[in-house]
């Protein structure tokens, strides 16, 4: 977990940090977590060991000069974090940091943002994602997918041989993200940094449109925002408490995304009973099914509409439909991996 950043990588931190702790409840083999300096908490119940010299950074800048000496020193950062002593490694954030020659390996490729929406990305960046991913790829004996449409992205865009790619769903804290009979509130709610294929701009206008005829609803926003409408509460970072707390007063979850490997939001607000009005994308699908309403995300009058429906169809469809995906069965398949490679 050497490229690790709590509270910047959004979903691939929830990943991480709960496999572990479902590999420490249901787990049948012996596990070793290398983790970052600034997260050194990380393997919540595994065996664990902070890896000093691996410069981790919380800024892109230095994430990226971070794991380029990672790659030009691999050899040196293999030996000192002593592989040799293990049967197989996992990296389970996107890439291989140091690209493991020693073990079999398997890395869980998270996004492929930036071969759908390459304009996204500056061009240093878009050179470096695919080069490093690439490489990743490549030195894997096996790659995990979190869905099935990002399986068949990997098989399509990336040419992998599918024997290779294992699709392993991701899952929810069931007793955390929970039905209650607090009363629902005028809002809508988006947990989402504003990065650009989050599409922020469209639900501002979705909102707007909706305010027309509904005074008093707002918008909720977690993460980072500037500059957004005075009918947006933009919260910054939210505890997982507080979150959950939202889920359960809100009139429904909008989630306008252009890309998505999973939806792990969506996930979260079905759980929590929350209606949910989504991006009509295969993963999303994949997640929600028949338990949410589905819109065209670049289309404002779309948006507005599957909130308005989604709020008046209820969300007690969503608890049924998210017990399907658990981080016990996640871990467990992630097990199953584990023992491939071992063999």
Not at 20 to 26: E, I, K, N, P, Q
Not at 296 to 315: F, T, V, Y
Request: overall charge negative; some cysteine.
């Amino acid at each position: 977990l050497l490229t690790l950043v709590p509270g910047v990588v959004g979903g691939s931190e929830t990943y991480a940090r709960e496999l572990c702790r479902a590999l420490a409840r249901v787990g049948e083999l012996d596990y070793r977590v290398f983790v970052p300096r600034i997260a050194p908490d990380a393997a919540d119940g595994l065996e664990s060991r902070v890896v000093q010299r691996y410069p981790a950074s919380s800024t892109t800048p230095g994430r990226m000069r971070a794991m380029a000496g990672a790659l030009l020193r691999g050899g040196r950062l293999e030996s000192e974090l002593g592989l040799d002593g293990l049967d197989a490694v996992h990296f389970p954030l996107s890439v291989m940091v140091p690209l493991v020659s020693s073990r079999p390996a398997a890395t869980t490729i998270l996004d492929l943002q930036h071969e759908f929406l390459p304009e996204n990305f500056p061009r240093w960046e878009l050179a470096y994602r695919r080069a490093l991913y690439g490489a990743s790829a490549r030195r894997s004996r096996f790659v995990i997918a979190i869905s099935e449409h990002a399986r068949e992205t990997l098989i399509e865009r990336l040419s992998f041989d599918p024997d290779r790619v294992r699709t392993v769903h991701l899952g929810v804290d069931l007793e955390r993200f929970s039905p209650t009979d607090v009363p629902r509130e005028p809002f809508l709610l988006y947990p989402a940094n504003s990065w650009p294929h989050k599409n922020h701009e469209r639900l501002f206008e979705a909102v707007a449109l909706l305010r027309r005829e509904h005074r008093d609803l707002r918008l909720v926003l977690t993460g980072e925002h500037s500059d957004v409408p005075d009918f947006v509460d933009a919260r910054g970072r939210v505890s997982q408490d507080e979150l959950v707390d939202l889920y359960h007063r809100a009139s429904a979850l909008v989630f306008p995304s252009l890309y998505e490997g999973f939806g792990q939001p969506v996930l979260e607000a079905l759980a929590c009973a929350c209606p949910v009005a989504c991006s009509d994308l295969p993963p999303l699908r994949e997640v929600a099914g028949d338990a949410a309403v589905y819109f065209e995300p670049l289309d404002p009058e779309s948006i507005a509409a599957a909130a308005l429906e989604a709020i008046a169809r209820g969300g007690a469809s969503g608890p049924e439909r998210a017990a399907r995906f658990t981080w016990d069965a996640c871990a467990r398949k992630h097990d199953s991996v584990y023992r491939e490679l071992a063999t």
